[in-house]
């Protein structure tokens, strides 16, 4: 008798939902997630946002309240199997890498949070980014930013990209991470519309286009500049952490099989990213890629 004939119908049904995910985002991570580069005739920037001031801004240490961050990070550690993830100590390579992508991509109007509360700062910058237009910024982009002040991420972390500030928020010490963050202000950086192609993130399945665009960019970008190890690790986080983004788009459709279609996901995507990762040699030249 197999296991499967041991389990009750319910058990069973969640058991396939699971399965389905992770099926799914295996069949769609080659394509969806190809490494490819971001592209443009040239980027779209607001010149109000540059004041002078440093582009990558470090919190200060505040060992309780980073400590207390490290602990609420706990369920992301586990989701990514990566226990630097949502750890508030963000090593100076991370930083470097970063810095280096924005240079690079002569993005110079962003602003990089590594671990800093600076909600003043922020609101001042919603209200310059003059390449977002008004109606988005005082209605979605203060909502965001909102939340940004009222739920900080030095406490609750989540890395992330606030397009409406044009404000990069690390929380992880994971190279790959901080790359795909900095991917999507690239992204936002070429679009007329910036405040539009915000705001339809909040549509069913529209953020899974926005994220396949970052990643994708990223991974290129690890392809040519990274050390193997960060290649590698670049696979084994981005690719469960795209899959969060397609378990959560199937569970909004399917809210009954919301657990076990994300939790498939995920797993369809560690799966996916650890195979490809696995192919990456631990000496590269460069003229390999």
Same mark, same amino acid.
């Given at each position: ?59 200060? !240490? ?67 980014? !003059? ?62 519309? !910036? ?95």
């Amino acid at each position: 008798m197999g296991a499967m004939d041991t389990m009750s119908p319910l058990s069973k049904r969640l058991v396939s939902a699971c399965l389905l995910a992770s099926a799914l985002v295996l069949l769609s991570g080659c394509q969806a997630l190809k490494p490819r580069s971001i592209t443009a005739n040239r980027w779209l920037l607001s010149e109000e946002l540059r004041d002078g001031s440093q582009q990558v801004q470090r919190g200060e !240490k505040r060992p309780i309240i980073d400590g207390v961050g490290w602990v609420l990070g706990i369920p992301s550690k586990i989701i990514l199997w990566n226990r630097r993830i949502d750890n508030h100590n963000i090593s100076l390579r991370t930083e470097e890498v970063v810095n280096d992508y924005l240079v690079a991509n002569a993005l110079d109007t962003t602003r990089v949070r590594i671990n800093q509360y600076a909600p003043g700062d922020d609101w001042r910058r919603l209200v310059r980014n !003059k390449r977002v237009a008004a109606p988005w910024r005082y209605t979605f982009g203060a909502v965001t930013t909102l939340y940004e002040t009222v739920l900080p991420g030095r406490l609750i972390g989540g890395d992330h990209y606030n397009p409406y500030t044009d404000t990069i928020h690390l929380y992880s010490d994971v190279p790959a991470i901080g790359l795909h963050e900095a991917a999507h202000a690239k992204d936002f950086a070429r679009r007329q519309y !910036k405040g539009t192609y915000a705001a339809a993130y909040v549509l069913p399945f529209v953020p899974l286009v926005h994220e396949s665009i970052a990643t994708g960019d990223a991974l290129a970008y690890s392809e040519m500049n990274a050390t193997p190890a960060e290649h590698r690790e670049a696979y084994n986080v981005l690719y469960p952490a795209y899959g969060t983004y397609v378990g959560s788009a199937l569970g909004s459709g399917v809210p009954r099989w919301a657990n076990p279609l994300y939790y498939g996901s995920v797993i369809g995507g560690h799966i996916w990213g650890r195979s490809l990762s696995a192919q990456i040699p631990d000496t590269v030249t460069r003229s390999e890629f």
